[in-house]
């Protein structure tokens, strides 16, 4: 996410030269070039000029303090101008109303029945008790799409089969809410493959008949400025509260996330990246800004570890660690525990300074699969006394998973690496 657009700030910001003061002359092919690379990233002109012309402002004169240096505190003027450009600060959705009620609005194609369905489990791990209503009457399968998404979290779905009317089944829907007592209603409309009066005013009806407590327009961030002309036209008529950027995973250049705020003078309230349910991030400009600059998002992926935690199994781990009795049974939960947090490549950029490092590396959400695909290999027996596994039963390990005795021999020397930095760590304090 937004790999290029962070390396060409950085390598900007690394051409300021001189030291005691920034000065118009030393800060002119800075400021140029974080221009160009916005620009490149699919900003609009305009905003790219207004962005820099406000950084050469506040930089211009700026005495330098002795214990930074003049790029580390271009780095400073730049994250705070892109953390306003972003939006400021977090913006939270509207709950309230008995139920609250969602509206879900965008094109086809720019993940909105995806969406809904991680907006459902997201308020449901935090304790409140959504419905969906689903609105999609045109598009072919969109009605079982929302269905499955809704039993693969657990939220109910209402839907009828035979009726085209998307205002009636919305306020129908609403009606059933109320009598099951669900305080959330999330509804999934439909999307058009281009805005058109007819899409328009169909999503204008179905707003003023449920009267939302929220509005969220979902837009692909993949489609750049097309993205945010979209946003406009629909703000013009819809005038809805928050943008959801979704896809955020994949070869997108950032214009969308940096444009969207100043067009349509709306908050981005959540981003959205892969196709699991916990996929689902609240947006913090300030958090964001810090990531695009390469300064990494500690917060983030500490609050993404929070969610995933289990008290009780890291207690159990705690004890066996302490006993040195760490075996590939507790190998094989900690990766399943780590897949749970998310997208591994996004989650290594959250930490500073990696996101750099890993520009060219892939690292796919199945990096893990050969070593869980082994392990699986294994029999119970040898997961819990991994010294039992001798060369004759590698040779059935490595058949079994489909790997090498390579692979085999690979796995088994990471795990007594692990096992012996575990016995040392061990040393230095006491058992509890």
Known sequence: MFENLSLRLEKAIKTLKGQ?????INVAETVKEIRRALLDADVSFKIAKEFTS??????????????????????KIVNDEMVELLGGSKTDINLKGSPAVILIAGLQGSGKTTFTGKLAHHLKSKGRSPYIIACD???????????????????????????????????????????????????????????????MTEIADIKKTVNPSETLFVVDSMTGQDAVNTAKAFNDRLDFDGVVLTKLDGDTRGGAALSIKSVVNKPIKFVSMGEKPEALDIFYPDRMASRILGMGDIVSLVEKAQLTYDAEEAERLDKRLRKNEFNFEDFLKQINQIKKMGN????????????????????????????????????P????????????????????????????????????????????????????
């Open 137 to 199: 009457v045109y598009r072919p399968a969109a009605i079982e799409q929302i269905k499955v998404l809704g039993q693969l979290v657990g939220v109910p779905v209402y839907f009828e089969d035979n009726n085209k009317d998307p205002k009636q089944i919305a306020a129908n829907g609403i009606k059933q809410a109320k009598i099951l007592s669900h305080d959330i209603v999330i509804i999934d409309t439909a999307g058009r493959l281009s805005i058109d009066e007819e899409m």
């Open 20 to 24: 005691g003061r920034i000065t118009e």
């Open 381 to 432: 027996r040898e997961r819990q006394n991994p010294e039992i596994i001798d060369g004759n039963r590698k040779k059935r390990i490595a058949a079994g998973s489909g790997n090498t005795i390579i692979e085999v021999n690979k796995l088994m020397k990471q795990y007594e690496d692990m096992r012996k930095m575990i016995k040392s760590m061990n040393k230095m304090r006491p058992l509890r």
């Open 54 to 75: 406000g950084i050469k402002d506040k930089a211009i004169g700026q005495n330098v303090l002795t214990s930074i240096s003049p790029g580390q505190l271009m780095t």
């Open 344 to 379: 591994l490549k996004d989650l290594m950029g959250m930490i500073p300074g990696v996101g750099k490092a890993m520009k060219d590396i892939d690292i796919s959400d199945d990096s893990f699969k050969h070593i869980e695909a082994m392990i699986h290999s294994m029999t």
